[in-house]
């Protein structure tokens, strides 16, 4: 018996054939797929590769730039504690093996091979366990003195060396968020990371009266190269030439003389008001033209009748009451305040407290700002002023 055709059974036998858009459509969804697995497999090696933790949601670089949050975000709110430990720790973090010194650091080599400390530099220093709680003591250390400072790592013994003669306001300055996040360089760095639970700070002190910046600088170098000090990048200092400096293998030769410190003066010409530790310092931080400091570096003149600014320590100086940098220059703009100025009056209006200031000038306003906001940037603030509009929408500005 013969089957019927198919189609006389009811059955539609059709064969079926791919079309155009069905291919592209099962291309697009093969494309598809293959690209989301291989873009969580480039992410996982990317993360493995960055250390980036996605529990924490952070990096743990070296690198303040590779943050995901900033400085200021709650994963860095614990400068003691610090913002973690990388993954692979460098091999210069590593306990080189040697006999710990007086300061809590290694040695860089054995007794016989180290360098002999030079007669003229007395040994007189103080170690401070756990510095960032213990600030009072850095103060006291340092008022009055230039000092090296040695910033040790306990547990494996490296260390960071620096010097300073405004000493007090350079020690602090580590336990800043701004410094410690913004400086890339690798101590400042490290301890930026590794925070302050595990360091010991040491105090090296010279008398201002007996010892010049010179002095600190040859001091410095020599312990960057007897200690462990992994922290720091750089190894030689740099000055003239002198019979003592020429037989220490640590100092290289230059016809630049080292930085001149400017040594801020009441007008009593005996207490020290403030030290910068050089010129360039002295520009910036307070705001004036060198051309300017010319006129009164090393001169009988006085800035706003107050000021005296010599490069020399004057005898029988009271090194004991130095100012911060910021109730120095509120001194400066309290006395600048007594002598006219050339620029134009301005008011200033606080929306928020709801009051009104004057200004001898739109510096001065600005300075007020900033030790409110914490920035404040002079052009942007005249643009305001010019275009009477509000600034960080709290601040109106106009000339009087």
Same mark, same amino acid.
């Given at each position: 018996?013969?089957?019927?055709?198919?189609?006389?059974?009811?059955?539609?036998?059709?064969?079926?054939?791919?079309?155009?858009?069905?291919?592209?459509?099962?291309?697009?969804?093969?494309?598809?797929?293959?690209?989301?697995?291989?873009?969580?497999?480039?992410?996982?090696?990317?993360?493995?590769?960055?250390?980036?933790?996605?529990?924490?949601?952070?990096?743990?670089?070296?690198?303040?730039?590779?943050?995901?949050?900033?400085?200021?975000?709650?994963?860095?709110?614990?400068?003691?504690?610090?913002?973690?430990?990388?993954?692979?720790?460098?091999?210069?973090?590593?306990?080189?093996?040697?006999?710990?010194?007086?300061?809590?650091?290694?040695?860089?080599?054995?007794?016989?091979?180290?360098?002999?400390?030079?007669?003229?530099?007395?040994?007189?220093?103080?170690?401070?366990?756990?510095?960032?709680?213990?600030?009072?003591?850095?103060?006291?250390?340092?008022?009055?003195?230039?000092?090296?400072?040695?910033?040790?790592?306990?547990?494996?013994?490296?260390?960071?060396?620096?010097?300073?003669?405004?000493?007090?306001?350079?020690?602090?300055?580590?336990?800043?968020?701004?410094?410690?996040?913004?400086?890339?360089?690798?101590?400042?760095?490290?301890?930026?990371?590794?925070?302050?639970?595990?360091?010991?700070?040491?105090?090296?002190?010279?008398?201002?009266?007996?010892?010049?910046?010179?002095?600190?600088?040859?001091?410095?170098?020599?312990?960057? +190269?007897? $200690?462990?000090?992994?922290?720091? #990048? !750089?190894? %030689?200092? *740099?000055?003239?030439?002198?019979?003592?400096?020429?037989?220490?293998?640590?100092?290289?030769?230059?016809?630049?003389?080292?930085?001149?410190?400017?040594?801020?003066?009441?007008?009593?010409?005996?207490?020290?008001?403030?030290?910068?530790?050089?010129?360039?310092?002295?520009?910036?931080?307070?705001?004036?033209?060198?051309?300017?400091?010319?006129?009164?570096?090393?001169?009988?003149?006085?800035?706003?009748?107050?000021?005296?600014?010599?490069?020399?320590?004057?005898?029988?100086?009271?090194?004991?009451?130095?100012?911060?940098?910021?109730?120095?220059?509120?001194?400066?703009?309290?006395?600048?305040?007594?002598?006219?100025?050339?620029?134009?009056?301005?008011?200033?209006?606080?929306?928020?407290?709801? +009051?009104? $200031?004057?200004?001898?000038?739109? #510096? !001065?306003? %600005?300075? *007020?700002?900033?030790?409110?906001?914490?920035?404040?940037?002079?052009?942007?603030?005249?643009?305001?002023?010019?275009?009477?509009?509000?600034?960080?929408?709290?601040?109106?500005?106009?000339?009087?």
């Amino acid at each position: 018996m013969t089957s019927k055709p198919s189609r006389e059974r009811g059955i539609n036998c059709m064969p079926f054939y791919w079309g155009c858009n069905q291919r592209y459509v099962l291309s697009a969804y093969i494309l598809f797929i293959f690209h989301i697995f291989s873009k969580n497999k480039t992410n996982s090696k990317r993360i493995e590769r960055l250390g980036y933790n996605k529990i924490q949601k952070r990096f743990y670089s070296s690198s303040a730039r590779k943050t995901l949050k900033s400085p200021e975000s709650r994963p860095y709110a614990d400068l003691y504690k610090g913002r973690g430990k990388p993954i692979h720790e460098s091999e210069w973090v590593r306990d080189n093996g040697m006999e710990r010194s007086p300061f809590g650091a290694s040695w860089a080599k054995e007794k016989k091979d180290r360098l002999p400390l030079p007669d003229k530099y007395t040994l007189n220093y103080i170690n401070i366990s756990d510095p960032y709680n213990n600030r009072n003591l850095i103060k006291e250390a340092c008022k009055g003195n230039r000092v090296v400072y040695v910033w040790t790592y306990l547990v494996t013994g490296i260390c960071l060396v620096g010097s300073s003669s405004n000493s007090v306001e350079r020690v602090l300055s580590y336990f800043e968020k701004k410094y410690l996040f913004l400086d890339n360089r690798r101590g400042v760095q490290f301890l930026a990371d590794y925070g302050f639970k595990d360091i010991q700070l040491t105090i090296i002190y010279l008398d201002y009266h007996k010892f010049t910046m010179r002095d600190i600088k040859i001091l410095e170098a020599y312990y960057i +190269n007897v $200690l462990n000090s992994s922290l720091n #990048t !750089q190894k %030689s200092v *740099y000055l003239p030439p002198e019979p003592l400096e020429s037989v220490l293998p640590f100092i290289n030769i230059t016809n630049r003389d080292t930085a001149v410190p400017i040594f801020v003066y009441g007008p009593d010409l005996i207490r020290v008001l403030y030290i910068f530790n050089s010129k360039t310092t002295f520009y910036n931080e307070f705001n004036m033209h060198r051309s300017t400091l010319e006129d009164y570096l090393d001169k009988k003149n006085k800035l706003f009748d107050y000021f005296t600014f010599s490069s020399n320590l004057f005898a029988e100086s009271d090194l004991d009451n130095l100012l911060s940098l910021n109730e120095l220059i509120e001194l400066k703009n309290s006395v600048d305040n007594k002598i006219p100025s050339r620029g134009k009056e301005v008011e200033l209006k606080d929306l928020v407290l709801n +009051n009104e $200031l004057k200004f001898n000038s739109i #510096t !001065q306003a %600005s300075l *007020y700002i900033k030790k409110i906001e914490g920035t404040c940037d002079r052009g942007v603030l005249r643009n305001h002023m010019n275009n009477n509009t509000i600034y960080k929408k709290r601040w109106i500005i106009k000339e009087t």
